[in-house]
């Protein structure tokens, strides 16, 4: 094995392209790492080069799987179009564009596999956290992390799949205030290096996006229940504020529903990922 020097740690203002590219290693060596001080949207950014939209298609255009990260993200989104609130260096964003060669019904349950991903790779880093149905990443009980997942087709005809995450870091009082809920924090210890967690997530992700391209998510249902923030709890499911389902959240199926055991109901229902959202029910 070849020894390879890796830069000091750069300061927090800084990300290194180089550094994380050598700390994700030979499982993401296909990927491109580009680093930007600050943008919108690092999967508008992403999304747009896919249909050849970028600021100059040719040049732009993705060819290989392509890791953005921006030091400030000024229009960060949630799912369904929800606002990701972030103030500068309170989290780390960043997207991920991956090609596929499955159909696109095949991704439904790439959310879940990408938590998988984060969970396994901040617990090599001593954070222990817990997944909340379909896209959080839960330490405490409070949200770590967002997913989203948005997907493109290029004028090739190649599917691509933007994979958009944020890792809180230091979301000052204010923000948590406006953000309306208390979230969780990255301990500082795990922080201390980013460009070492990035390329530590971005070699899982790689690992993981092989592994669901010829495994599909049954390779990841068992190791995301084990993760189940409220597996055994009484939940509600809402929509837009309306309860649509209550009772005891029991896990995912093999394609990535939710199975919830109702009250009175002798079999499961099983609850497809939408724009609903899932809340501990209160009592």
Do not use: Y
Not at 106 to 123: K, S
Request: hydrophobic share 45%.
């Amino acid at each position: 094995m070849t020894a390879q020097f890796i830069a000091p740690i750069s300061p927090a203002s800084q990300l290194s392209a180089a550094r994380i590219a050598a700390f994700a290693g030979h499982h993401a060596e296909q990927c491109l790492i580009e680093v930007v001080a600050e943008t919108g949207s690092t999967n508008a950014d992403l999304l747009a080069r896919v249909s050849g939209n970028g600021r100059d298609s040719g040049k732009d255009a993705l060819r290989a799987p392509t890791l953005l990260v921006a030091l400030t993200q000024t229009a960060g989104r949630g799912r369904a179009g929800r606002a990701w609130l972030t103030a500068p260096a309170a989290a780390l964003t960043f997207s991920l564009a991956w090609p596929f060669a499955s159909p696109l019904q095949a991704l439904v349950g790439l959310p879940l596999a990408v938590g998988v991903t984060i969970a396994e790779t901040l617990a090599d880093f001593g954070v222990e956290v817990q997944l909340k149905w379909p896209n959080d990443v839960l330490q405490g009980g409070r949200k770590l992390a967002g997913i989203l997942i948005e997907t493109a087709t290029a004028p090739d005809q190649q599917l691509w799949a933007v994979i958009g995450i944020g890792i809180n870091l230091s979301i000052p009082e204010k923000l948590q205030e406006q953000i309306g809920r208390r979230t969780a924090n990255l301990p500082a210890a795990a922080a201390q290096d980013r460009d070492l967690l990035l390329g530590s997530l971005l070699s899982g992700l790689a690992q993981n996006m092989w592994q669901f391209e010829s495994e599909g998510l049954s390779a990841f249902v068992e190791r995301w229940n084990r993760l189940h923030a409220f597996a055994g709890q009484q939940v509600a499911i809402l929509d837009q504020g309306k309860t649509l389902h209550e009772g005891k959240a029991l896990g995912i199926d093999q394609i990535g529903r939710l199975l919830l055991q109702t009250d009175g109901g002798s079999n499961p229902i099983a609850i497809m990922a939408g724009d609903i959202s899932l809340r501990p029910k209160e009592g």
